[in-house]
């Protein structure tokens, strides 16, 4: 269920998606770990695996390396939220990580499913999966990886986004006219994401933190349709996004 903060902040995006013009963006350096293996060096022993699987040794080799490199690119991807150690102290596993990541809309329910399923018939069931859900399982992990690795600068560069709000006039040959201004900000140092909004001089605040997951994970989420607006949406596509929260 959708906090009262949450709903807050949604409603507010979907009002004014299109009286949005970016304004800038920033952010410090994002914090990684030091790690001697990469994920996408799991990925590569994994997809060398491929070549024969017509072993079990293969095939348990492959899966092995694909869930390591989900397991170190979601460490990753926490640790530049520095939300890394909060998991660790929660003792949240992997199952609450990618409920996580699914809320934050960075990747499908349907994809992630998938990757339970296979992983489960390995460790679970100690059945061997079928060649055909392997190379499935290879893609859907090298796209996981991707996307994990361009939000990364939430933590870093990409963690504040200010925008203007603008009423656009009827008379297309005017200018627009400013009435507020918009702002969202990941704090990684206190694990909290702050929206702030002024329009015609009414200020509103509201802040998510660690505390509650799963608010944090909803203003992520708005934080990324924002920045994707910034890079490549225009806002009829992220006001049809907005609606489908």
């Known amino acids: ?30 914090g990684l770990p030091d790690y001697e293996i990469h994920p996408r060096e799991f990925l590569e022993y994994a997809e060398a695996e491929l070549i024969d699987l017509k072993s079990n040794r293969s095939v348990v080799n492959c899966i ?58 390995l460790e679970h069931e100690y059945k061997i999966p079928k060649i055909d859900d392997i190379y499935v399982y290879f893609d859907i992990v090298s796209a996981f990886i991707s996307t994990l690795e361009v939000q990364l600068l939430i933590g870093g560069g990409d963690a504040i986004l200010s925008f203007l709000l603008v009423e656009f006039p009827e008379d297309e040959s005017e200018d627009e006219t400013p009435i507020g201004r918009l702002i969202s900000e990941y704090d990684p140092e206190n694990r909290t994401h702050t929206f702030i909004w002024s329009k015609k001089e009414v ?16 203003f992520i989420r708005y934080h990324i349709l924002l920045l994707n607006i910034n890079r490549t949406y225009h806002g009829e596509y992220a006001n049809s996004q907005f609606s489908r929260l």
Request: charged residues 25%.
């Open 1 to 30: 269920m959708p906090t009262v903060n949450s709903q807050t902040v949604k409603n507010f995006l979907k009002d004014h998606v299109y009286n949005l013009t970016v304004s800038s963006r920033g952010g410090g350096i994002v």
């Open 203 to 218: 200020e509103e605040k509201y802040v998510a933190s660690a505390e509650n997951l799963e608010e944090l994970a909803a």
């Open 64 to 121: 092995s390396n694909l869930k390591r490199a989900i397991d170190s690119q979601i460490d990753i991807f926490l640790f530049s939220l520095n939300l890394f150690d909060y998991y660790k102290k929660k003792r949240l596993g992997i199952d609450r990580k990618l409920g996580f990541i699914e809320k934050c809309g960075m990747f499908s329910k349907y994809s992630l499913s998938r990757i339970n399923s296979i992983r489960n018939k």
